[in-house]
Structures are given as C-alpha cells and as structure tokens.
C-alpha cells in the first residue's frame, strides 16, 4: 500500500522558516514528480512546488518563488519544502503528492497519490 506521510507543519511567526517533508512508503518514487500544494479554509488547493523525476527540475508559484526550496532524497524516498521568510498568507494545509510520470506538473489532477496534509499556521 502506496503512503506518502507529511511531517514539519506547525505555528512560525510571519519571516520565520519551516521544513516540510513527505516520506513515501509502500514503492519507490525516485523516478516519479512529485508535488506540494495547499488548501487554505475557504480556498481551493493551489500548487506550490514541483519536481521532476528524472533530472530534478523544480518549479515554483509566483507566490513561493524565491523563498521555497524542493529537494528530494531518493535514497530515503522523500522530498522537502524548505519554506522561509513565511508570510500570513502561506497559512494552509500543505500536501504533498506524488504522480505515476516522470514530468513534472502544476495540476493537481495528474497526481495519483497525496498525503493527508500538515497544517501550516502563519501569525503576525
């Protein structure tokens, strides 16, 4: 049984850093994308970042972009969201996800597997 499990959510004050990170059990994902996204109440879930499977392209939301770090670990079938300078609005549930291709993909949709999500909570 494929299990993508997030960890590294909690309380951080507005500038301040977190690390996500989201291990895979059940196979392995080296070749795979694999995604972030979030859902804040009231809002859809909107893509954060994404990274290839095969030569490690990232990709990045404008609204991340400068301040968020995707990296994998294959050898511990994990990836991680380095989050800094963290602003109110990043406040949300954070998942993460993983497709059956290689490339990688902003759209919800075209992943297969998703973790339960960890809460992320911003404060002034």
């Known amino acids: 049984q494929v299990q993508l499990v997030e960890s590294g959510g909690g309380l951080v004050q507005a500038g301040g850093s977190l690390r996500l990170s989201c291990a895979a059990s059940?196979?392995?994902?080296?070749?795979?994308?694999m995604g972030w996204f979030r859902q804040a109440p009231g809002k859809e879930r909107e893509f954060v970042a994404t990274i290839s499977g095969s030569d490690y392209i990232t990709s990045y939301s404008d609204s991340v972009k400068g301040r968020f770090t995707l990296s994998r670990d294959n050898a511990k079938n994990t990836v991680f969201l380095q989050m800094n300078s963290l602003k109110l609005e990043d406040s949300a549930v954070y998942y993460c996800?993983?497709?059956?291709?290689?490339?990688?993909?902003?759209?919800?949709?075209?992943?297969?597997?998703w973790g339960q999500g960890t809460q992320v909570t911003v404060s002034s």
């Open positions: 059940g196979r392995t994902f080296s070749s795979n994308a």
């Open positions: 996800a993983a497709r059956l291709g290689t490339y990688l993909s902003i759209r919800p949709g075209d992943y297969t597997y």
